[in-house]
């Protein structure tokens, strides 16, 4: 298996955990993290202290959610708290022009533009949260209060 550690996208996101905090590593998986129920298993944790980063595009911009696992991100919600009433996914090319990441490995740092970031609260249910480090089989374990520091996210309720 090729060195994912070399990868740009994966350096880029290290580099950002390294400049927030020296002890913060990137831990490459043998299986995928693609999913949140991938992650989980490869990681042996709950899905919901899986991190799942979501684009959304809005009439005039992006936002990332950063989301638990276990949890659907309420478009609804998301419009009341951007003032948009035309709120969607953003599709894969979107998501890789915005965050300079592939869906499956888009991580909440690192970004190649600036994006405005949710967090979920739910999130903070758990000690260790895992989220991506720009590749499918790459990961960093957080807590709450570091991801928000990390990100400068927005807590705020996004959930179904």
């Known amino acids: ?17 390294k400049n927030f905090d020296k002890n913060l590593n990137v831990i490459v998986l043998k299986t ?6 991938d992650a989980a298993k490869s990681l042996d944790c709950e899905v919901g202290a899986i991190v799942k980063s979501l684009l959304f595009r809005t009439e005039n911009s992006y936002v990332l959610c950063l989301i638990s696992g276990d949890k659907k991100c309420s478009l609804n919600k998301l419009k009341k708290i951007t003032l948009k009433k035309d709120v969607c996914m953003a599709n894969p090319d979107e998501v890789k022009a915005q965050t300079g990441y592939t869906i499956g490995g888009v991580s909440p740092v690192g970004h190649i533009n600036n994006i405005e970031i949710y967090i979920d609260n739910s999130l903070e249910r758990f000690d260790k949260i895992y989220a991506a480090a720009g590749h499918p089989n790459c990961v960093f374990e957080i807590n709450f209060e570091k991801l928000i520091n990390i990100t400068n996210g927005k807590v705020i309720e996004i959930i179904e």
């Open 32 to 37: 995928s993290a693609k999913t949140a129920q």
């Open 1 to 17: 298996m090729e060195n994912l550690l070399t990868k740009e996208s994966v350096k880029r996101a290290e580099q950002a955990l």
